[in-house]
Nanobody
Framework: QVQLVESGGGLVQAGGSLSLSCAGS????????IDWFRQAPGKEREFVAG????????DYADSVKGRFTISRDNARSAVYLQMKNLEPEDTAVYYC????????????WGQGTQVTVSA
């Protein structure tokens, strides 16, 4: 199993930056791909970024390419999402999720952290 806890959300002005963390625990964390998803009010949950088990492969949604960076530190059982040049459209609850492959259906989810970007 994998337990995931997100942190780092908050309120930021447009053009600002935030860094989210996903702390993992459990025997399967280090053998799981980790994705970040987000869900804005009234919208479906969408994929944001993903990273492979060893961090050698990453993928991003077109809407965040060039602005967001995903990374992981397996020694610390953590995955990070660095977000810059934030836009009001990035406002959402952000979730990390663990699965077999990047963008595969996740097996485990965190509880989410709120990111709000003001205009």
């Amino acid at each position: 199993q994998v337990q995931l806890v997100e942190s780092g959300g908050g309120l930021v002005q447009a053009g600002g930056s935030l860094s989210l963390s996903c702390a993992g625990s459990g025997p399967e964390f280090s053998i799981s791909a980790i994705d970040w998803f987000r869900q804005a009010p009234g919208k479906e949950r969408e994929f944001v970024a993903g990273i492979s088990i060893y961090g050698d492969y990453t993928d991003y949604a077109d809407s965040v390419k060039g602005r967001f960076t995903i990374s992981r530190d397996n020694a610390r059982s953590a995955v990070y999402l660095q977000m810059k040049n934030l836009e009001p459209e990035d406002t959402a609850v952000y979730y990390c999720a663990a699965g077999r492959l990047v963008m595969s259906t996740p097996d485990y989810w965190g509880q989410g952290t709120q990111v709000t970007v003001s205009a």
